[in-house]
Every structure is written in structure tokens, then in C-alpha cells.
């Protein structure tokens, strides 16, 4: 990456007020796992579930928009503090409308990442787009940003870090744990 695009991606990353999130492959691996019942299983990256929380202790909100719907989903949700939640949505940028006038924000205020193509025209559509490495090839000709990391597993944690560092908020949230 040249030094301009990444001069670019971090003054996007600056105007971040939302993060929205797909489920399958981006904060899980794309791989749904079933249970004898029928019931679904996700696998759920825990240094993820922290970016997030760190995220929400900068004072950005976070939100989830998925394709699928899952119980497991909404545990996760519930745990992380994430009350923003559609599930078994097909148009996601109807709802993606509904959210930015429900919180007054505009486009350049939202990220959101994606990996398949049901989450193109969303990606087109808000001021910070990000696919995941492992996603959809044609994602990542139209987004600002292709993470190094996989879906499930970091990817949405290097986000996270790349929006609070771009916004100087990285230091501060973290000097605790580095010591004096
Ligand atoms: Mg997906």
C-alpha cells in the first residue's frame, strides 16, 4: 500500500461514528455449524469482541447487519453491548438508511465490512467500505480497504485498532496495559 492510500484510508477513518458489521465471514469464518437440533453454531474471535469494546469506550457506535438469522448471533450481540441488530435482512442498505436517520449520521461517518456480494452496494455506499481478505474477490475492487487479517478471525479487530489509532484514541485507551 503507497503512502497516499494509506493517507486516504486514515483521514476516512477519522470521520468513523458507526461501525457496521456483516456476520458470516467477518466476524465469524463464513463456516455455520449445526447441532444435532438443528440449531446453529458460530465460532466468534474474542480479540475481536475487545476491539469492539474498545471501540464503544471511544464513543462509537457499533452495528450488525446480517443476511442470516441466529440465536448465537444475538448472544453475541448481547454480550459485546451491541443493540443495534437486524437479522434475516436481504436489502441491507434499506436498513442502513433507517439506521444513519434514527442516529443523525451521514455516510462519511460510517464504516462497514463485508465479504460477499450481497454487501456490495452497502460497501459502495458508505464513507469507510472494508472487505475482508478472505472475501469475495470482486469486493475488494470496489472498497477503500482489504484487511490482512481474516473474517472470524481478526479482521474486524484490525479495524477497530486502524479507526481508534487513526482517530488518536488508540494510545489512550490501551496505556493501561502497556504500563508506565
Ligand atoms: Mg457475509
Same mark, same amino acid.
Given at each position: 500500500m503507497g503512502n497516499r492510500t494509506q493517507d486516504k484510508i486514515i483521514e476516512k477513518a477519522k470521520d468513523i461514528k458507526l461501525l457496521i458489521l456483516d456476520v $458470516? @465471514?467477518?466476524?465469524? $469464518? @463464513?463456516r455455520i455449524i449445526y447441532d444435532d437440533k438443528g440449531g446453529e453454531l458460530k465460532c466468534f474471535d474474542v480479540k475481536d469482541g475487545h476491539g469492539i469494546k474498545l471501540l464503544m469506550r471511544a464513543g462509537i457506535e457499533l452495528g450488525i447487519i446480517s443476511g442470516r438469522e441466529s440465536r448465537a448471533v444475538e448472544h453475541r450481540a448481547k454480550e459485546l453491548g451491541i443493540s443495534v441488530l437486524y437479522q434475516r435482512i436481504f436489502d441491507k442498505v434499506k436498513v442502513y438508511e433507517k439506521i444513519l436517520k434514527e442516529k443523525g449520521l451521514? $455516510?462519511?461517518?460510517v464504516c462497514f465490512i463485508g465479504d460477499d456480494l450481497v454487501d456490495m452496494p452497502l460497501l459502495k455506499r458508505v464513507g469507510f467500505s472494508v472487505a475482508v481478505v478472505d472475501g469475495s474477490e470482486y469486493l475488494k475492487e470496489v472498497v477503500d480497504y482489504v484487511t490482512m487479517k481474516n473474517g472470524g478471525n481478526g479482521a474486524v479487530r484490525e479495524v477497530c485498532e486502524l479507526i481508534l489509532k487513526a482517530q488518536d484514541k488508540w494510545g489512550m485507551l490501551t496505556q493501561k496495559y502497556f504500563g508506565t
Open positions: $458470516d @465471514g467477518v466476524l465469524t $469464518d @463464513g451521514a $455516510d462519511n461517518q
